[in-house]
């Protein structure tokens, strides 16, 4: 319930920053010293949120389906690009956090370029995937766009949880390792019996974020290899019409904010019995 009503107050929260500052702004936006340090506020660079909710049911095109079906459509297609990015990365940060966690040589030698590969900008990388990418073919089976796409949101997905989960891995005390040691536990059965489920906390919101930053990376590589019938593509293509249409624009990105908020919900309803059993499991062990 606290959860519902924040939600519905930060709702709120935006709707009467967007329409107060479009009654009270200038529509030419706030200049100082030669630079724009707020937006213009007409209609044409922020339209009325009860227009663009009017717009979702208005047809994309004369006589054709309506706003909120085809967005619905490239968001449901995306997901799917999303779903096999982010499987991917948070596959490839687990194993990556239990190697680091395991060998403190590969930790020290791997982090900082785990770290260091987040600063490649997403534009330049989406192309040379694609470009490397065109040849490769799995058998009878030949690399196809969307393949190009999950791989982005799989880099983009796979740093967090792997500095997340390796932080986890780490936070069990150290009486608690010794106490394993005592029992003659080996590494497998300390990974799985002790710091796997100290883990949970750190893994959870590491995996929110992962996902939000899947999506992230599924529309910047829809967007940069041209791939269609995505959300990112549907961006493109009504950023065409944002001088005749401007609420048409903003139903997109619509589409694809509830589509990253829709993904972190998914993550947290998969955290929701595997944390309430952690403290079950806890309250019967105090």
């Known amino acids: 319930m606290r959860r519902a009503i924040a939600a519905l107050a930060g709702l709120a929260a935006f709707v009467l920053l967007w329409e107060g500052y479009k009654a ?3 529509p030419e936006g706030t200049v ?4 724009r340090i707020l ?8 339209p009325h949120l009860l227009d663009v909710a009017r717009r979702l049911g208005r047809p994309e095109l004369t006589g054709g389906r309506p706003v909120w079906h085809v967005v619905l459509d490239a968001c449901l297609f995306t997901l799917g690009i999303t779903a ?3 499987a991917a990365g948070a596959l490839v940060g687990f194993v990556l956090a239990a190697l680091m966690q395991r060998f403190r040589v590969v930790e020290r030698g791997l982090l900082p370029y785990v770290v260091l590969s987040q600063t490649v900008p997403l534009v330049a990388l989406a192309p040379l995937v694609a470009g490397w990418s065109g040849a490769l073919s799995f058998g009878p089976y030949p690399w196809q766009d969307w393949m190009t796409v ?12 792997a500095v997340g989960l390796l932080r986890g891995l780490q936070s069990p005390s150290a009486s608690g390792v010794e106490l394993m040691r005592s029992y003659a536990a080996g590494w497998w059965r300390t990974f799985v019996k002790l710091r796997l489920p100290s883990a949970l906390p750190f893994l959870f919101p590491a995996l929110r974020l992962a ?3 899947a999506v992230v990376g599924a529309v910047v590589g829809e967007i940069s290899t041209g791939t269609r019938g995505g959300i990112g593509r549907l961006v493109i293509e009504y950023s065409r019409e944002a001088t005749s249409d401007p609420a048409k624009v903003y139903t997109a990105m619509l589409g694809a904010a509830l589509l990253g908020l829709a993904v972190a919900a998914f993550v947290s309803l998969l955290e929701l019995p595997l944390m309430r059993h952690r403290r079950r499991v806890e309250v019967n062990v105090i």
């Open 32 to 35: 100082v010293l030669g630079v």
């Open 24 to 26: 009270v702004g200038n």
């Open 39 to 46: 937006p213009r506020a007409d209609d044409l660079s922020m």
């Open 150 to 161: 999950s791989t982005i949101a799989a880099y983009l997905a796979f740093f967090p949880v």
């Open 211 to 213: 996902g939000a930053a």
């Open 84 to 86: 096999a990015g982010f």
